[in-house]
């Protein structure tokens, strides 16, 4: 299991889309960072269940949460766990 960390909400441009080689540091370096697309993509080209976290250190893109407008539809077709509760399942974040 591979963990993704999504730094950007951007949806746009190359952070859109991801290369051929789905190259985890290629993704991160376009654009903004590694988006929720990029990181969807990525993590559904392995084998394995993999999840998606989201930056929300301090500083981070969703320290205090935030907003992804997508750019089109995201498909799942494989085991990925999202994980958007910012700060832990006792909160309504
Ligand atoms: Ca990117
Ligand atoms: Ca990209």
Do not use: C, K, Y
């Amino acid at each position: 299991m591979a963990v993704f960390q999504v730094t950007t909400a951007l949806d746009t441009g190359v952070d859109n889309t991801v290369s051929d080689n789905l190259n985890l540091a290629d993704e991160t370096l376009d654009g903004g960072g590694l988006s929720l697309r990029e990181a969807l993509l990525l993590a559904q080209a392995t084998p394995e269940a993999d999840t998606l976290i989201f930056a929300s250190e301090p500083g981070d893109t969703f320290a205090s949460g935030g907003v992804i407008h997508l750019s089109s539809t995201l498909e799942i077709w494989s085991d990925v766990t999202i994980n958007g509760d910012l700060d832990g399942p006792a909160s309504q974040i």
